[in-house]
């Protein structure tokens, strides 16, 4: 693997790309491939990754997807360097920063300030760079006079956001996130979100791996979808995340019903200060024949209202409302965001804030669905609170009409 300026027509450029690895059945086969392995193998060959052709222009936002096992890790590790390609070529043209594990190369003997000069090298920083930049690093990461502390000292939630501001102050011309938008929770969650946005704003090269495929729609226009160490499609976002997800089900064996979530009672803490965050105070779902957790609707009949209410801290921008309603079997049958709606919410001047959806003569056919809802930033990706399976509905139908939804239509 090369790396040179991001001054080439590609930020990324791979032929034939692969990745083997040897598997052993027992430990002493190591040594008698060693000794004997010319006359005879003792291993068996897998490969991770295989015969990959992949062209990524710079400042491409590109997603990533695939079950485990697919490949995803093993090509975000050949684009960082950990790992070096068993065929094919693989050419970067930039500085590459991964938010993988963040920390790996961090001394627990030494303190948060000397790991920030070795890291931020070790991530291609000049000395006279890192010297600019230590105190935005110091205040990103706000831990205090624990920066000239041994960083085994550190809490893991410290550890994360001194590492998360080291890997994002270099700049890089490649960014790399696997899985997670963002590290830690409250302020810093958000802190750190808004950094990865300036970096996609500024031109970056952003590869996003992740099994969430809103935020992989939301963030990405294109994305490559691995299966079995190969690259089973490559398109824009939608096309490609509705046929992975048309994909998984035909692997789908039904599940257990959803648990219905916990009292947000349960589950929020009134006392937490809501410092660059928000949370729920009340969800509650509404039907003529009843309201609060557990609902029944009449298919065709019946009209849902769900009230929101929320606290946020009031320094942010207004939120916005997301909903997914599942089946028994976990499938999203339907969604909404006010985001999507182009609808805006007012926030009181202490924060506090509600929104009601409604959906009139409800189009779902006869069955027991859960439904999540999500407090999310304005853009919708961040998340600020979530009420996982908290409204149950039971809807009853007349008639024998099958499936989940019930299509409009006429008869000529």
């Known amino acids: ?110 303190s948060g300030r000397e790991n920030i000069f070795m890291n931020a090298a070790i991530l291609g920083m000049r000395y006279e760079k890192i010297k600019d930049e230590l105190d935005n690093i110091i205040a990103f990461a706000d831990i205090g006079s624990f920066i000239d502390q041994p960083v085994k000292t550190y809490s893991s939630g410290m550890f994360m956001r001194l590492a998360f501001a080291v890997a994002t102050s270099s700049e890089p011309d490649i960014l790399i996130i696997d899985e997670a938008l963002s590290v830690g929770d409250g302020a810093f969650a958000r802190k750190s979100f808004e950094r990865i946005m300036k970096l996609k704003d500024q031109g970056a090269t952003i590869l996003f791996c992740s099994h969430a495929m809103y935020q992989i729609e939301a963030l ?33 064996t039904g599940s257990p019903d959803a648990e219905v979530g916990t009292d947000l009672q349960e589950t929020l803490s009134q006392s937490t200060p809501l410092l660059g965050t928000g949370r729920f105070t009340k969800i509650e779902g509404n ?74 003569k409800i189009a779902l056919l006869k069955g027991r669905y859960s439904i999540t809802l999500f407090l999310v930033c304005e853009r919708a990706l961040h998340i600020y609170d979530q009420a996982t399976n908290y409204l149950s509905l039971e809807v009853t139908q007349n008639g024998l009409e099958q499936g989940f939804v019930h299509l409009t239509h006429q008869w000529h």
């Open 1 to 110: 693997m090369s790396s040179k300026s991001n001054s080439a027509p590609f930020a990324i450029s791979a032929h034939d790309l692969g990745k083997r690895y040897f598997l052993y059945e027992r430990p002493s086969d190591r040594l008698k491939q060693i000794l004997f392995g010319r006359f005879q193998s003792f291993t068996q060959e897998f490969w991770a990754l295989q015969h990959l052709n992949l062209n990524i222009k710079a400042g491409e936002v590109v997603g990533i997807i695939g079950n485990n096992g697919a490949g995803k890790s093993t090509l975000l590790q050949l684009l960082c360097g950990t790992l070096k390609p068993s065929s094919g070529s693989l050419t970067v043209h930039g500085r590459v920063t991964a938010l993988l594990e963040l920390g790996a190369g961090f001394n627990p003997d030494f």
């Open 287 to 360: 039907t003529e024949f009843g309201s609060g957790r557990h609902l029944h609707a009449q298919s065709l009949h019946s009209s849902l209202r769900i009230d929101f209410h929320f606290q946020i801290d009031p320094n942010l921008p207004s939120p916005g409302l997301a909903l997914g309603i599942n089946n028994q079997s976990g499938i999203t049958i339907a969604s909404a965001t006010t985001q999507n709606d182009r609808f805006s919410i007012e926030i009181a001047p202490d924060g506090s804030g509600q929104a009601s959806i409604v959906f009139p």
């Open 220 to 252: 990405c226009s294109r994305v490559l979808w691995l299966e079995q160490g190969q690259l089973r499609e490559d398109g824009p976002a939608a096309t490609v995340t509705n046929a992975y997800q048309t994909s998984l089900l035909q692997y789908e």
